[in-house]
């Protein structure tokens, strides 16, 4: 009886969040978001974690694609015009994640460390320094979850929305 009351106060004490958070890759470990066949996400398009929602917008941005930015961010209208001023879509992204945090139960912040390894026709080439971490804040919403906004440089107090 108190192994079994043990394990409800453990998963009460649980936020249904911290398991979703992705682990911090170590150092020099990076991930790659390319062309839809070409990425190491599973689950781009499909919010169904914090990090899915962020590698989503990355998709968003590295393959100029409106739609995928419109699953995830509310303020997907004002990327429209920007995207369609850039014409390929064969960008990759090179990241890691450098940090996972859980203010509330139903929010979460992501760090992501990356790489931007331009256009490439075949594997990309990501021998550049990865720019400081940029930090997405995150809400599930109905079950799924939405990048409120992120800021592009530490401490920049402007979030990008």
Same mark, same amino acid.
């Given at each position: 009886?108190?192994? &079994?009351?043990?394990? @409800?106060?453990?998963?009460?004490?649980?936020?249904?969040?911290?398991?979703? @958070?992705?682990?911090?890759?170590?150092?020099?470990?990076?991930?790659?978001? *390319?062309?839809?066949?070409?990425?190491?996400?599973?689950?781009?398009?499909?919010?169904?974690?914090? @990090?899915?929602?962020?590698?989503?917008?990355?998709?968003? &941005?590295?393959?100029?694609?409106? !739609?995928?930015?419109?699953?995830?961010?509310?303020?997907?209208? #004002?990327?429209? #015009? &920007?995207?369609?001023?850039?014409?390929?879509?064969?960008?990759?992204?090179?990241?890691?994640?450098?940090?996972? $945090?859980?203010?509330?139960?139903? $929010?979460?912040?992501?760090?992501?460390?990356?790489?931007?390894? *331009?256009?490439?026709?075949?594997?990309? !080439?990501?021998?550049?320094?990865?720019?400081?971490?940029?930090?997405?804040?995150?809400? %599930?919403?109905? *079950?799924?979850?939405?990048?409120?906004?992120?800021?592009? %440089?530490?401490?920049?107090?402007?979030?990008?929305?």
């Amino acid at each position: 009886m108190r192994s &079994f009351v043990a394990v @409800l106060l453990g998963l009460a004490l649980a936020g249904p969040v911290s398991a979703q @958070l992705p682990s911090v890759d170590p150092a020099g470990q990076y991930r790659l978001i *390319g062309p839809v066949a070409r990425s190491d996400s599973r689950c781009i398009g499909s919010p169904e974690t914090p @990090l899915c929602a962020v590698e989503t917008l990355l998709a968003c &941005f590295a393959r100029r694609d409106t !739609d995928l930015c419109r699953v995830v961010w509310a303020g997907s209208e #004002g990327a429209a #015009g &920007f995207l369609r001023t850039m014409t390929a879509s064969r960008y990759w992204w090179s990241y890691r994640i450098a940090s996972a $945090e859980q203010p509330a139960a139903d $929010e979460a912040v992501i760090a992501v460390a990356g790489r931007n390894c *331009g256009l490439q026709l075949a594997e990309p !080439d990501c021998g550049t320094t990865p720019a400081p971490p940029t930090r997405y804040r995150l809400k %599930q919403v109905a *079950g799924r979850w939405q990048v409120l906004d992120w800021q592009s %440089q530490p401490g920049d107090p402007t979030p990008i929305r």
